[in-house]
């Protein structure tokens, strides 16, 4: 059987409400910041990643391309 | 900014998930203008294998049904596989397979279980990008079974002179229309799981019909429009 270490972290972390740890603000000194969205960003993908094993959280990462100045493509 | 200046989606995508973001692709510059450009979000597990993807813009509704839509299909396939990493993926991989044939009114068969890779990476056969990794592979989607009998108004036969992007043949060659995240579905009914990586040149090239030039690289300003000071401007 195979098992993957952060399945029990994360399924702890998504049986209870986040707001009961507290979980559900980011340290504004962890993240790159929110780059005008509602999102707080990491710098790159693996310490979003290492962030996610260490706060039991599933990873959001965004991929970019061309040219963005039209608001409606994200 | 729509969907992810929402704040309800910044409240549920902060409360589940810690984010970043990448540079992909390439886009066309005629003559000073700058053409193309696209997005995907990938919704991956903390050891970088993609769960699920949102490809192209969607609204802010969209993005905060797919991020919940996500969270609860992964509570659902944690409890079923109990802490087996191979029924996690086989539930996840059917969950898309779910979504399709509901959604969508297609019939896919998940692949529940992937063969051991034969390509390596270091032989000097394979083909590397000049910053020495391969390159993203193109993966090949599950073939469509036809549409499902209790779904079927929802499977929409592709008309002619369709995009052929958009089109999908099952296998008994028949034509079928299947739009951006249907075709998602399809491919993570077998490809779910797999690291991000591998997953990236297939959602852009085949699935959003835009060239992959590089590896993803990360970037300072994702969205230089954007006045940080004042969030959804």
Redesign the interface.
């Given at each position: 059987m195979r098992s993957l270490a952060w399945l029990s972290a994360v399924a702890l972390c998504l049986a209870v409400a986040p707001t009961a740890f507290g979980r559900d603000t980011v340290k504004p000194a962890e993240t790159c910041g929110d780059h005008g969205t509602s999102i707080d960003f990491f710098d790159t993908p693996s310490e979003a990643a290492r962030a996610a094993l260490k706060q039991e959280k599933l990873v959001f990462v965004l991929h970019v391309s061309g040219n963005f100045e039209d608001p409606r493509f994200t | 900014?729509?969907?992810?200046?929402?704040?309800e989606?910044?409240?549920f995508?902060?409360?589940?998930?810690?984010?970043?973001?990448?540079?992909?692709?390439?886009?066309r510059i005629v003559g000073n203008q700058?053409?193309?450009?696209?997005?995907?979000?990938?919704?991956?597990?903390?050891?970088?294998r993609v769960?699920h993807v949102v490809a192209g813009?969607v609204d802010a509704g969209t993005m905060l049904n797919e991020?919940k839509w996500?969270?609860d299909s992964?509570?659902k396939a944690?409890?079923e596989?109990k802490?087996?990493?191979?029924k996690?993926k086989a539930a996840f991989r059917k969950m898309h397979a779910e979504r399709l044939r509901q959604q969508y009114g297609l019939v896919v068969e998940p692949v529940t279980f992937d063969p051991p890779d034969v390509q390596d990476s270091n032989s000097a056969l394979t083909y590397n990008d000049p910053s020495g990794r391969p390159l993203a592979p193109k993966l090949p989607p599950p073939p469509i079974e036809g549409p499902d009998v209790t779904f079927r108004l929802q499977a929409k036969e592709a008309g002619r002179g369709e995009n052929a992007d958009a089109a999908v043949r099952d296998r008994k060659g028949g034509a079928w229309a299947l739009g951006t995240q249907g075709r998602v579905h399809q491919l993570m009914a077998a490809h779910s799981m797999l690291k991000?990586e591998l997953v990236?040149g297939t959602?852009?090239e085949n699935i959003l019909g835009?060239k992959v030039s590089t590896k993803?690289v990360?970037?300072a300003?994702?969205?230089p429009?954007?006045?940080?000071k004042?969030?959804?401007?």
């Open positions: - | 900014m729509n969907a992810l200046a929402n704040p989606v910044g409240k995508i902060n409360e589940h998930f810690c984010s970043s973001f990448q540079k992909v692709a390439t886009f700058k053409q193309g450009g696209n997005v995907a979000a990938y919704f991956c597990a903390p050891d970088g769960l813009p991020a996500m969270v992964t509570k944690i409890a596989a802490n087996d990493g191979a996690f991000i990236y959602v852009f835009e993803p990360e970037v300003t994702p969205f429009w954007v006045d940080a004042r969030p959804g401007r």
